[in-house]
């Protein structure tokens, strides 16, 4: 059954570095989307992308943040400059529609110290 | 915008029994409602949902209630079982103005005792 992956499980960085989170997701999917959980905290809505630009960013989705579909296979998320406060388990998914299902990866889990 | 709350945080029951998990949603334009299942070390996954022109979905031993008055959806689980333990999410969208973005309730950490 095809699956979403996520690249690495778990990134260690210092407050202050860039960070890339690599998502692949099901292939025939159009609809990707990034979500983060805080420890002990929900899981919150980042950015959703479709036909190479972001159709929708929440609040927190400054503009640290950006989204990429580099190749035809892989979506990422950059974090220019990680805060203490950025820490959490990011969660990628993707979607054949905006109606449809999505499925998520397991996680990237960022730790920034 | 939207505002999912989850009751309860934690579960407890013997393999067997039932479980019910509630949730509460803020905005009455919200119109799908999926629960996902997140085992240990993977991401959710869907595990059943419901559209707001339903009241109720069964799937074998699982089923969701939702009423729309109320703003309120619940998942009940019939004759648990180990495998059955896991952290359970429920969650809201307006698929008509939101391009899928869903808003999830915090969690219920079930676990089924043998």
């Known amino acids: 059954e095809p699956e979403v992956t996520q690249t690495p499980s778990h990134q260690v960085t210092q407050m202050g570095q860039e960070v890339i989170l690599r998502c692949v997701p099901i292939?025939?999917?159009?609809?990707f989307y990034w979500y983060r959980q805080i420890l002990g905290q929900k899981v919150e809505f980042l950015v959703s992308?479709?036909?190479?630009?972001?159709?929708?960013k929440s609040e927190i989705f400054d503009d640290q943040f950006s989204v990429e579909r580099p190749d035809g296979s892989n979506f990422t998320l950059k974090i220019r400059s990680t805060k203490l406060e950025d820490s959490a388990m990011y969660f990628c998914a993707s979607a054949l529609g905006y109606t449809d299902t999505q499925y998520f990866g397991p996680g990237t889990r960022l730790t920034v110290l | 915008g939207e505002n999912v709350e989850q009751h309860p945080s934690t579960l407890s029951v013997q393999e067997g029994d039932s479980a019910v998990i509630k949730c509460t949603y803020s905005?009455?334009?919200?119109?799908?409602f999926p629960w996902y299942k997140q085992e240990l070390g993977k991401g959710p996954q869907l595990i059943i949902d419901?559209?707001?022109?339903?009241g109720e979905k069964k799937d074998q031993r699982i089923a969701v209630t939702l009423n729309k008055t109320a703003k309120h959806f619940s998942l009940h689980i019939t004759e648990t079982q180990p495998e059955d333990s896991a952290v359970y999410f429920c969650?809201?969208?307006?698929?008509?103005?939101?391009?899928?973005?869903?808003?999830f309730g915090r969690g219920t950490q079930l676990t089924v005792w043998p």
């Open positions: 419901i559209r707001s022109n339903v």
């Open positions: 292939s025939n999917h159009l609809y």
């Open positions: 992308f479709y036909n190479n630009e972001i159709s929708e």
């Open positions: 969650a809201a969208a307006d698929r008509g103005s939101t391009l899928g973005r869903l808003y």
């Open positions: 905005d009455s334009a919200s119109n799908y």
